[in-house]
């Protein structure tokens, strides 16, 4: 059944599928704090460098959309074809985590360096060999990806813990952007497939009030942290991709030859 509902959402989102859809994916609050009244918005972004394109509320590309804060969560319910996609109104007071989980899409590559050129930005180790090892070919082959994007919100006092929400690839934020003292940084744990993903490479893009964009590299430590510098008045974006060889029922199914699965969390830090 997973399989299908793959592919339904890869033959729904065909006309869709450039290399423009191989960048980020992420959650951008209105607001990264609100009042204990607010809503809590955000729009769901694709794009490179923290810009990108909106897209709309469509549950055919998501298998799950959820608002958590506390021990309470809900599934992020809206209109289809609603922006802002994600509008609800905040459980209480404290620190609110929205996450997504997409269906898979698909890209192909007609040109090996494209491919080249992506998997030597996002650190996939070894590619060339691990490639030319399963006796895959240089050209015409296609990629499944999936997105797991999270975003945190503060609302009144905004205190509160990040928690794994049980995303395939997630980033935990060990410190509240919020209400903590970030002088030494901001801590990001790494989760790939339920274990700790040390050495791992961290993208992390800064946007400015003024909406510059600063993009710098970092990587986690033995047990998966990795200490991000943040500046006040500005938001983030951390990003991770995961690749990995689809099995084989996948692979058939849906024509791939590599997996991709991209962890995504936005923040912003207070003046």
Do not use: C
């Not at 918005?41 to 998501?62: K, S």
């Not at 970030?182 to 400015?208: N, S, T």
């Amino acid at each position: 059944m997973r399989i299908f509902a793959a592919l339904i959402a890869f033959n729904a989102g065909l006309a869709l599928a450039s290399p423009a859809v191989s960048h980020e994916f992420w959650i951008e609050p209105e607001a990264y704090q609100i009042s204990a009244d607010g809503t809590v918005q955000g729009i769901l972004v694709n794009g490179e460098d923290f810009e990108g394109t909106t897209l709309a509320y469509l549950p055919l590309r998501f298998d799950r959309f959820t608002i958590a804060s506390g021990m309470r969560q809900a599934n992020v319910e809206n209109r289809i074809g609603a922006t802002p996609a994600l509008d609800v109104a905040p459980f209480a007071e404290g620190l609110h985590v929205a996450s997504y989980q997409s269906r898979m899409s698909v890209i192909g590559y007609a040109e090996w360096e494209k491919f080249l050129k992506f998997a030597n930005h996002k650190d996939f180790e070894d590619i060339e060999a691990r490639h030319d090892a399963r006796g895959l070919p240089r050209e015409d082959f296609r990629e499944g990806y999936w997105r797991f994007a999270k975003t945190l919100v503060g609302v009144g006092t905004s205190a509160g813990r990040d928690f794994r929400t049980g995303l395939a690839v997630e980033f935990v934020a060990l410190d509240n952007p919020y209400t903590d003292d970030l002088a030494e940084g901001l801590r990001v744990q790494l989760y790939v497939l339920d274990d700790l993903k040390a050495d791992g490479q961290v993208e992390l893009f800064e946007k400015a009030p003024d909406g510059t964009v600063e993009v710098t590299l970092h990587r986690t430590d033995a047990d998966g942290i990795a200490t991000l510098p943040v500046k006040a008045g500005h938001s983030y974006l951390v990003d991770h991709v995961y690749l990995r060889e689809p099995r084989a029922e996948l692979a058939e199914e849906a024509d791939i030859a590599w997996e991709t699965l991209w962890a995504a969390l936005t923040f912003g830090v207070p003046e």
